[in-house]
């Protein structure tokens, strides 16, 4: 291995893995940690040239990507760069010519992607290497999350990290040989220049191809043993106590007290980690330790909702924090992340019964709807960090949500009656959060200078002690900083917006769908519910295939708002499947709704045939079809800024067993944790989301079976009581007394449990035993929270 330039100290980007308290491991499918130009090889390689400056004037001709969907292959499609995208025409020229491939891999909301597009993808100089010594293939990890896992293990394994853009050199049998993350143009100090890099490879073909072929060969056969996952030898799965203590106590030890959150800068929400708390402080509530986990995932999510990762303007979460405080974000906001982080606000309310975490919840779902979702229901991907701080101007990061002291003080000039000294609308919202003429952003997390005089929004006091600072009524200053957040909202709508990444991905959408479900179901508003019962008809309209019944990956935004799909389809991944199947089982439980639950189950038996690996345990991410020639079929065993397909699944098939009694879907959950085992054993806190789930499988799980009509108010009742508890380890289950609906058809018991005097009647069952019924809404809370 051969590195040929490391990282400079600082600047923003997009990390593979968030960072992990001690004892973890890196590995995720999420865009997380900064990455420059880190390059790894299977060889070592001689010395390069400098390389040219970019051209000035891009050749406005286009390539062949000009006839792709997706967003981030169309930002490439003017490239002077003989793109491919990922297929057999690029492959079989590779073959005929006895080229390498060089595979480039990254998403359009991407700031390391943008850069390194605009450096050196636009160079002409470049653009000629790329195109005459190689096969240039371009690929949206989006898209194909299968290739992206693939040559990112590569990346990994031989190098110091990962991230995006991802930048890999393979045989024309598509055996990586060379990987790395973001190159600068040109050689600096410490740093080797992307065309360099080119030359070196280009003259390594040349002069050691066999050896570089050889080597390749080695590296994928010691990935192919590395990243088996499989039952082997093992029964059963390791204890899920020892499991849970040795989780928490990681977490524990990389806690960071002050401003919660996990490890140190840059710093990710990570709602696999908070679900996990909350999980561990149910079943250890009378314990320190239940507490403790209680207070550490209460104070993360109060300190993330207060700092500047949240959008307090607009709403929604930014991708990351560039430091321990969560001031000043990386500002791409994310889909997957409103998504996850929704429900764990909803969550937090259930458990606290404090307002203030619900609201952040609400504001999150606000945005989505505003800011992320097409009319017919679905949901787009992602906003960029970058936009032009005017029109014309070049984009720069975080430039549509940051404020100058002058802009503030222009908008909000009215002065504040009652205080007790002269004070305007703007100077209060100013000391609440915390701008200064000077800016409140660190140059050194301004690395190009970006930034300067600029401010973030970050809650700096509680209402109590701004409205004591000005010896005003607190609910008074609380409707004055409202009133300018909205000010400052209608004032931004005039700024050149980011870039919305409007592609719609079947697995997202799943997310999404939970989290107005669950989020709507523990607020009691249909409303909610109702987003996410179009979300749900959206991806069955749009994202499924009744003929085969597979998932489609992606849809696509088309002219007049019109939904378009790739040809020939892009078909789901694993992560489609696990992420909509729990989507629609929440949905059911919010909505009673059993067409919801009977799609859940055909889904489930379609993830099954496509993924399952009958021999080893756990389910493949990618179809054996359609990863034919990758070097790797891989299981995704990481959770990170999205939870591993692999875990949500494991929870799934324990809510499916819950609701229909089928013993297979148990007999595989149990496989699939048991192969799981030694990675669960090694790192338990990399898989915080599998070892919540097999806590689930070692503990009871509680059927709440609600006798009534869907519609009265008495079974609505007692219904939002359910709604109201945390209680992560339940089904939900409507019995209306039709002997041949879907549930009772699954579950012969519940033709033998009664409404109690013609009332809606509510009845827990546990191990096929079922408390007394229950009519009154106060008596099922205390059973359910003792």
Known sequence: MSHLSSPPKKHKGEHKGHSLPHGSERGSSSRDKDRSATVSSSVSMPAGGKGSHPSSTPQRVPNRLIHEKSPYLLQHAYNPVDWYPWGQEAFDKARKENKPIFLSVGYSTCHWCHMMEEESFQNEEIGRLLSEDFVSVKVDREERPDVDKVYMTFVQATSSGGGWPMNVWLTPNLQPFVGGTYFPPEDGLTRVGFRTVLLRIREQW?????????????????????????????????????????????????????????????????????SFLFSYWLSHRPTQDGSRAQQMALHTLKMMANGGIR?????????????????????????????????????????????????????????????????????????????PPERGMRPKEGAYYVWTVKEVQQLLPEPVLGATEPLTSGQLLMKHYGLTEAGNISPSQDPKGELQGQNVLTVRYSLELTAARFGLDVEAVRTLLNTGLEKLFQARKHRPKPHLDSKMLAAWNGLMVSGYAVTGAVLGQDRLINYATNGAKFLKRHMFDVASGRLMRTCYTGSGGTVEHSNPPCWGFLEDYAFVVRGLLDLYEASQESAWLEWALRLQDTQDRLFWDSQGGGYFCSEAELGAGLPL????????????????????????????????????????????????????????????????????????????????????????????????????????????????????????????????????????????????????RKLLHP
């Not at 050691?208 to 390749?216: A, D, I, P, V, W």
């Not at 030890?253 to 140190?264: C, I, K, L, M, T």
């Not at 009534?708 to 008495?714: H, S, V």
């Open 311 to 387: 959008d307090h303007v607009g709403q929604g979460f930014h991708r990351y924090s560039t430091d321990c405080q969560w001031h000043v974000p990386h500002f791409e906001k994310m889909l997957y992340d409103q998504a996850q982080l929704a429900v764990a606000y909803s969550q937090a309310f259930q458990i606290s019964g404090d307002e203030f975490y619900s609201d952040v919840a609400k504001g999150i779902l606000q945005y989505v709807a505003r800011s992320l979702s097409h009319r017919s229901g679905g949901f787009y991907s992602a906003e960029d960090a970058d936009s």
């Open 206 to 274: 040349k002069q050691n191809k066999n050896t570089l072929l050889e080597n390749s060969q080695r590296v994928t056969t010691a990935l192919l043993a590395r990243s088996e996952i499989s039952m082997g030898d093992r029964q059963l799965p390791p204890s899920a106590a020892t499991m849970n203590s040795r989780c928490f106590q990681q977490l524990d030890e990389g806690y960071d007290e002050e401003y919660g959150g996990f490890a140190e800068a840059p710093k990710f929400p990570t709602p696999v980690i908070l």
């Open 633 to 780: 079929r891989l299981k995704d065993d990481q959770d990170g800024a999205e939870p591993s397909a692999n875990s949500v699944s494991a929870h799934n098939l324990l809510r499916l067993h819950g609701f229909t009694g089928h013993k297979d879907w148990m007999d595989k959950c149990v496989c699939l944790l048991t192969a799981f085992s030694e990675r669960m054993r090694r790192v338990p806190v990399a898989l915080p989301e599998m070892v919540r789930a097999l806590s689930a499988q070692q503990q009871t799980l509680k059927q709440i079976v609600i006798c009534g009509d869907r519609q009265a108010k008495d079974t609505k009742a007692l219904v939002q009581c359910v709604h109201s508890v945390y209680i992560p380890n339940k089904v939900l289950i409507l019995a209306d007394g039709d002997p041949s609906s879907f549930l009772s058809r699954q579950l012969p018991f519940l033709s033998t449990l009664r409404r109690l005097e013609d009332q809606a009647t509510a009845y827990v069952c546990e191990n096929q035993a079922c408390s007394m019924p229950i009519t009154d809404p106060c008596e099922l």
